[in-house]
């Protein structure tokens, strides 16, 4: 089992940058894939962007491509999101999740959720 916290949202005007973080207790970190998702006020939760266990293999939402990246650092535990060239649309709670071996990309492929910081876009 792995508890996850996440950091690092906040307000930040269009074109700017955040960094989010996600901390995980255990000693399993490195065994497990790691993905950010986000939710926006009346929609469905979606998908950001995943990585491996080891950090070789990474995804992304198309529409993410080139703005986000994830890395992930198994000597701290902790996953990363760096969000460059924030959009208001990008407003969201963004949520790091879990899982020893997501089939996909959909929310009920990972088992274990943080409970999520807040990004605001501001125009």
């Known amino acids: 089992q792995v508890q996850l916290v996440e950091s690092g949202g906040g307000l930040v005007q269009a074109g700017g940058s955040l960094r989010l973080s996600c901390a995980a207790s255990?000693?399993?970190?490195?065994?497990?894939?790691m993905g950010w998702f986000r939710q926006a006020p009346g929609k469905e939760r979606e998908f950001v962007a995943s990585?491996?266990?080891?950090?070789?293999?990474?995804y992304y939402a198309d529409s993410l491509k080139g703005r986000f990246t994830i890395s992930r650092d198994n000597a701290k535990n902790t996953v990363y999101l760096q969000m460059n060239s924030l959009k208001p649309e990008d407003t969201a709670v963004y949520y790091c999740?879990?899982?020893?071996?997501?089939?996909?990309?959909?929310?009920?492929?990972?088992?274990?959720w943080g409970q999520g910081t807040q990004v605001t876009v501001s125009s």
């Open positions: 990585i491996s266990w080891s950090g070789g293999s990474t």
């Open positions: 999740a879990a899982d020893h071996d997501p089939e996909g990309w959909a929310p009920y492929d990972y088992d274990y």
């Open positions: 255990g000693r399993t970190f490195s065994s497990y894939c």
